[in-house]
């Protein structure tokens, strides 16, 4: 009896169009080197393999809860001063613990009055509640806001050193939060060639500031020096412009600046987009910290009419004119697209870092180092599939073509499914394909040592075929799904290497199934239909 | 060609061998550990992915000189450095060396080592070289990953240990991870011993013979249910006598060509792999050994020990199981 193989021979066909077309995309050519090309647009290789840095960043977020409650203390003795209660301090009495502040000394007469403005003004985020005395109160930031603000503390600190990356030019860089510690950023940078460039991600944070102008905008730095008579005073400095004007047309221009900057990175709370009611212009709006507040409006109320430059990065990004003193909220305005003024209010948040960072683990590998590994990695696997796929000619003849065929097939399969998917490859991972290598061979060698026992036995061709898979396949299935257990396992807990190994591997085996029982099946099915009477499978 | 055909080898008389075998490896790693533990306070060397330190690996123009360097460290005051050459396959010529930093115990100087002995290096050794690589770990990252890997160690145990009591039964499962536990005893032992550093990969490299042990733990079991259902009659003995037999074709094949496999890893593979492909050229060897030296046998004893209290020695047969 033959069987109509050709719908499975069809599937076959199909898994193996789309792996391929998994592994290459749409190649520009058929070149060794576009292929090339085309693979590695679309399997990633890790930064072991392809070089670049790699980053585990603490974000200090006691800082930014210190600095929200020292915001609280100073809005809490002017809220209490507005509402006439008298008290004798405000103060935070635990420098390690920031989140507690006391206040002390308040009449007896005001103590209920004090109780309901507390509670009104400051329940939504504070614990509000009687202190060691009758004329004092405590107040305790609520778990839930204090994880709040620590959760937004990492959501800043990464979108600033997103910025500070793309300033890089660093393709493909992966920022987020690290799962292994509380507030960790994780930080890759592939292919980045000197270690030294890694230094300015998290060195330097007070990158945004806001200086006086002492004059500008000159057309390049001869100009400008000839303004200042020659040489440029010590306390001043020079900086170019670069930006879109109205009209739309890029200038380059020179400005001459206070060395002193009046608000500094640290100093914006908060900034957003929106748009102005008189004059329909998009502007954004920020808010500083008390302490530059004060200072802000010191400086801004004695200099109305002259200009102000925000400088990033070294460089002027826009020039303002002081309209009217301002304290810790103001705006920036100007003919701003909605983008712009999206982007220049993510830079006024992000320009400072919310609070500082510290170097918890640092890699780096040279580009070189990486393709050596490249280079070691793929002859050891080639050099091992080779001498499997030569024994198992030697060993099982004519079967041994199928199990050749199911290994290419499984490492098609599994190359195909990184590419589909932009999984990562690392070292640790092209090991994990080596080991699929094994189990690949394993399960054929499992059939084809069963259906040897069947023949033995005295069955006939098909008989014994198909006895072999039946009992073989239980055998593949409780190894394959005890060995993706725990390849799974290593996936949700490891990271790094141990996650790139896992991955090849709980694809690999998947692949193996397919590949080591269906595909070699066919195979076999194929070949039983060509059989002739009395003749014998090549086992 | 075929070989190990009609195979007929009595392995269970054998088990007082195989336990004196086990013992004497794993209390030689023990023992080695137990040293360690005295000298370090930590039973095997750790990777600077767990102790926490600094290393730069660097490659020099023309070929270093260990002397000059370790002069270059003392000049710029770089203290407790270790320098080692690294020798890469294809480039003998050790261009490349290794400088190494202690653990440190506050994070803010985190990054100070590297820059020291970069410093150092520039300032005063007269030759050209370009950073390689270049690992900075701190004590907490260190410790979050140590506990991360006995963790997933752990889970990987528990999670085959549940799927073998749920296919099996429960006493297969034990005997299974048992065995694994041999396994990963001895490998660790034999990283003791040899005085090598235990590192993120080599832990990957450990889970991964975890499987493989499970794995031809399983081949072999998988036949003694079969067996066991088909042939009442036959003693328990004598049917893992005759599955292991069975398998043994397979048993050899497998870990042969994987040991093939394995070992043009550990030669082709370079440096950086070099621990990982020593761990699973060891645990190979040890995991095979170990299906049929430790798992079975355990079988038969717990069979053995069930009918001395007395108690109904049908176990295990193999649960009702449709092919």
């Known amino acids: 009896m033959k069987k109509n193989l050709n719908s499975k021979i069809a599937l076959i066909v199909a898994v193996l169009a789309i792996c391929v077309y998994g592994i290459f995309g749409v190649p520009s050519g058929l070149t060794g080197k576009d292929l090339g090309e085309a693979m590695t647009k679309r399997i990633h290789l890790g930064l072991d393999l392809r070089g670049g840095a790699h980053l585990i960043l603490q974000v200090k977020v ?3 809860v210190n600095a929200e409650t020292d915001n609280t203390v100073a809005l809490l003795r002017e809220n209490l001063k507005t509402a006439n209660l008298s ?11 920031p989140t507690l502040i006391k206040i002390e000394g308040t009449a007896p007469a005001n103590v209920s009055d004090a109780r309901s403005l507390l509670e009104s003004k400051y329940g939504n985020e504070y614990d509000v509640a009687s202190g060691d005395t009758d004329s004092s109160f405590t107040l305790v930031m609520k778990p839930m806001i204090e994880t ?3 959760k937004k503390t990492d959501q800043q600190a990464i979108e600033a050193i997103r910025d500070r990356v793309d300033a890089l030019g660093v393709s493909e860089p992966q920022i987020q939060e690290y799962g292994l510690g509380d507030n960790q950023i994780l930080v890759d940078l592939p292919g980045v060639e000197n270690e030294s460039q890694i230094e300015s991600i998290i060195q330097g944070t007070n990158r945004l500031e806001i200086h006086a102008v002492v004059g500008g905008p000159y057309k390049d730095e001869q100009e400008a020096l000839a303004s200042v008579g020659g040489s440029v005073p010590a306390d001043q400095e020079l900086k170019s412009f670069s930006g879109v004007v109205e009209g739309g047309s890029s200038v380059e221009s020179v400005y001459v600046l206070q060395r002193a900057s009046v608000v500094a990175g640290n100093d914006f709370r908060s900034a957003d987009p929106s748009v102005n009611s008189n004059t329909g212009q998009r502007e954004v709006q920020f808010t500083l910290t008390n302490e530059a507040g004060d200072k802000f409006y010191d400086y801004t109320s004695k200099n109305v009419g002259r200009s102000m430059a925000v400088v990033m990065n070294d460089r002027v990004r826009e020039v303002a004119t002081i309209q009217s003193a301002i304290r810790d909220r103001g705006e920036i305005t100007g003919s701003f697209s909605a983008d712009e003024v999206a982007a220049l209010s993510k830079l006024l948040r992000t320009g400072a870092l919310p609070a500082s960072l510290q170097q918890m683990e640092k890699r780096f590998v040279g580009a070189s180092l990486g393709a050596d590994s490249i280079r070691q990695g793929v002859t050891a696997a080639i050099v091992g599939v080779m001498v499997v796929m030569v024994f198992m000619l030697i060993y099982y003849r004519g079967s041994g073509i199928n199990a050749d065929v199911a290994l290419i097939l499984n490492l098609v399969i599994l190359l195909g499914f990184m590419g589909a998917f932009s999984a990562t490859l690392t070292l640790p991972g092209i090991a994990g394909v080596i080991l699929t290598i094994g189990m690949g061979v394993d399960s054929n060698v499992l059939i084809f040592e069963r259906i040897r026992e069947e023949v033995r036995a005295g069955k006939a061709p098909s008989a014994a075929v198909d006895q072999g898979f039946a009992h073989a396949w239980v055998t593949i299935v409780d190894t394959h799904v005890t060995t993706i257990v725990s390849a799974a396992i290593l996936f949700l807990f490891g990271t790094g290497p141990v996650k790139g190994f896992a991955t090849t591997l709980t694809v690999g085996l998947l692949a193996n199934l397919f590949t080591a029982v269906f595909v070699s099946r066919v195979i076999f099915d194929a070949h039983l239909n060509k059989l002739g009477q009395g003749q014998k ?3 | 060609m075929e070989f190990f055909r009609g195979v007929n080898v009595d392995w269970l008389r054998l088990k007082w061998y195989f336990l004196a075998f086990s013992l004497i490896f794993s209390v030689a790693g023990i023992i080695s550990m137990g040293m360690h533990w005295q000298r370090i306070g930590s039973p095997v060397l750790l990777g600077v992915d767990f102790k926490g330190g600094t290393q730069v690996q660097a490659q020099f123009t023309r070929t270093p000189n260990i002397n000059s360097i ?12 270790t320098i080692q050459t690294i020798k890469a ?8 060396v290794l ?31 370009i950073v390689q690589n270049v690992q900075v770990v701190g004590p907490t990252v260190g410790k979050q990953l140590e506990k991360q890997a006995l963790l997933a160690t752990l889970y990987s145990m528990l999670g085959m240990l549940v799927y073998l009591w749920f296919r099996f039964q429960l006493i297969y499962g034990v005997a299974a991870v048992v065995a694994c536990f041999h396994d990963t005893l001895i490998t660790v032992g034999a990283f003791a011993l040899t005085n090598q550093e235990i590192s993120l990969t080599v832990i990957a490299a450990i889970l991964t013979l975890v499987g493989y042990s499970m794995n031809d733990t399983i081949v072999v079991f998988d036949r003694i249910r079969e067996n066991l259902r088909l042939s009442r009659r036959e003693s328990l003995p004598d049917v893992v006598n005759r599955s292991i037999n069975q398998t043994l074709s397979r048993t050899v094949l497998t870990s042969g060509l994987t040991f093939l496999t394995v070992l043009s890893l550990y030669i082709f593979g370079g440096q950086v792999l070099r621990g990982f ?8 060897l040890i995991g095979t050994y170990s299906s049929i030296a430790v798992a079975a046998p355990m079988l038969v004893a717990w069979q053995e020990w069930r009918a001395r209290q007395g108690k109904e020695a049908a176990l295990p047969a193999a649960k009702r199981f449709k092919v």
């Open chain 1, 148 to 150: 709040a603000l620590e």
């Open chain 2, 99 to 129: 400088i190494s930093l202690p653990e440190q115990h506050d994070e803010s100087s985190l990054d100070q080592g590297r820059k020291q002995i970069i410093d150092a290096l520039q300032a005063n050794y007269a030759n050209p070289f």
């Open chain 2, 89 to 96: 396959v294809d480039d003998p010529s050790g261009n490349e």
């Open chain 1, 537 to 539: 499978v090549s086992i």
């Open chain 2, 70 to 81: 370790r002069r270059a460290m003392d000049a710029a005051g770089v203290k407790d450095a």
């Open chain 1, 87 to 97: 008290f004798s301090q405000v103060y935070k009495p635990d420098p390690a613990k």
């Open chain 2, 277 to 284: 492909s020593f761990a699973l050229v060891v645990g190979i």
């Open chain 1, 62 to 64: 006691l800082e930014a």
